[in-house]
C-alpha cells in the first residue's frame, strides 16, 4: 500500500497533524517511537485545556480522537532510515515492511543537550529545566538559580526574576559579563557566582543544592539551563531535508512559511523546525502543515493551485 502521507512521530506536532489529515479524508500512517521530546516533565505548563496535567494525558487523548478517522492508522515503531523513490518515499521501519508514502511529515522532535553535570540528569524535567514558562509556575518564590554566562546568562536569570526575587546566576568559572551586563543584574537584584560546578545534589528527584570545586555549597530548589537541541535521527538529511543552526547552538530544519523542507515532498513541523520549542507551537505547526500536505496532494490530483518549491 502507498499512503498518501506517512507522519514520523507521534507527539503534540505529529498527532495534531493526523487529526487534519484524518479529517481530510488523507490516507495517512503514524509512526511513533514512544518518546515524546517532554518525557521528563511531570506536567505540561501553560497548554489550553492541559494545563498542569501529565504528557501521556495529551497523547492518548490524540490517539483516541484519531481513532474516529477510518484513513489514519496509529503504529508503534522506529523509522530507521529512509529515500526518495519514484513519485514519493519510502521510511525503513524496526518491525515491518517498508512504509511508501507520496509525503512525510517530520514531527521527531529533538533532543535536549543540557549540561553534562553529575546529578543532573536524576532532575532534569523537574527541578532542572530550560523553558520558565513551561516551569516557572511551578518554582515560583523559591530559591532558584540560572546556569549560563555571558548575555543568554543575563537573561535567563533575568527572567527568573519574574517568578522569584531570589535569583543566582552561575557562570561556572566563566567570567565574560560586562561591567554594563553586572550593573543590570545588580539591579535586580540577581547575584552572580563564578565558581566552578562539580555536581547537582537532590533528594526525592528535587534539587536540595549545588555543589562546587572550593569545597562550599549553594542551596537553591531549581536550576535553570541551556539545552541546545540535536536532530535525533539522519532521517531527514536521507529524505533530502537540510538543517540551519541557529544562534542558540540548535539545529532545526530548513523549512519555508508553509513547512515545505528543502525537499518539496517533506514537510516538518514542531520541535524539529524551531529553535524554541514549545508545545502550543508544536500543536499549531503540525495542524498547519497538514493543510498545506493536503493541498499539495489536491495539485497532484486535481489541479489545486500550489506555490512551487
Known amino acids: 500500500m502507498e499512503w498518501e502521507c506517512a507522519v514520523v512521530g507521534a507527539g503534540a506536532a505529529g498527532l495534531s497533524a493526523a487529526l487534519v489529515l484524518g479529517r481530510a479524508r488523507r490516507t495517512t500512517i503514524v509512526i511513533d517511537s514512544g518518546d515524546p521530546s517532554n518525557r521528563a516533565s511531570p506536567v505540561i505548563g501553560g497548554l489550553l485545556g492541559f494545563d498542569r496535567r501529565p504528557p501521556d494525558d495529551l497523547y492518548a487523548t490524540g490517539r483516541e480522537e484519531l481513532q474516529a478517522y477510518p484513513t489514519v492508522e496509529y503504529r508503534r515503531g522506529e523509522v530507521l532510515s529512509g529515500r ?52 516557572g509556575w511551578e518554582v515560583r518564590d523559591q530559591r532558584l538559580a540560572a546556569l549560563a554566562s555571558g548575555e543568554a546568562g543575563m537573561h535567563g536569570a533575568l527572567m527568573l526574576r519574574g517568578w522569584t526575587d531570589d535569583v543566582v546566576l552561575l557562570t561556572d ?61 539522519p532521517l531527514a538529511e536521507q529524505l533530502g531535508a537540510t538543517c540551519t543552526p541557529g544562534p542558540l547552538g540548535t539545529e532545526p530544519l530548513t523549512i519555508d512559511d508553509i513547512h515545505r523542507t528543502s525537499e518539496g515532498g517533506v514537510f516538518a513541523a514542531g520541535d524539529v523546525c524551531t529553535e524554541q520549542p514549545h508545545i502550543a507551537g508544536a500543536i499549531a505547526s503540525g495542524s498547519q502543515a497538514a493543510m498545506i500536505i493536503v493541498q499539495s496532494l489536491l495539485s497532484d490530483e486535481f489541479g489545486l493551485p500550489y506555490p512551487p518549491v
Open 84 to 135: 526518495t523513490v519514484d513519485r514519493g518515499f519510502e521510511l525503513d521501519v524496526a518491525d515491518g515492511k517498508p512504509i511508501r508514502a507520496k509525503r512525510v511529515l517530520l514531527a521527531t522532535g529533538m533532543s535536549y543537550c543540557p549540561p553534562q553535570l553529575p546529578g543532573l540528569a536524576e532532575l532534569w524535567g523537574t527541578s532542572v529545566f530550560q523553558c520558565p514558562f513551561c516551569h
Open 173 to 233: 568559572g566563566r567570567k565574560d559579563l560586562s561591567p554594563d551586563e553586572l550593573r543590570v543584574l545588580e539591579g535586580a537584584g540577581v547575584r552572580v557566582d563564578d565558581r566552578r560546578i562539580t555536581e547537582l545534589a537532590g533528594a526525592d528527584g528535587t534539587l536540595t543544592h549545588i555543589a562546587f570545586a572550593d569545597g562550599t555549597t549553594l542551596e537553591r530548589d531549581a536550576l535553570l539551563v541551556e539545552a541546545p537541541v540535536r536532530q535525533r535521527t
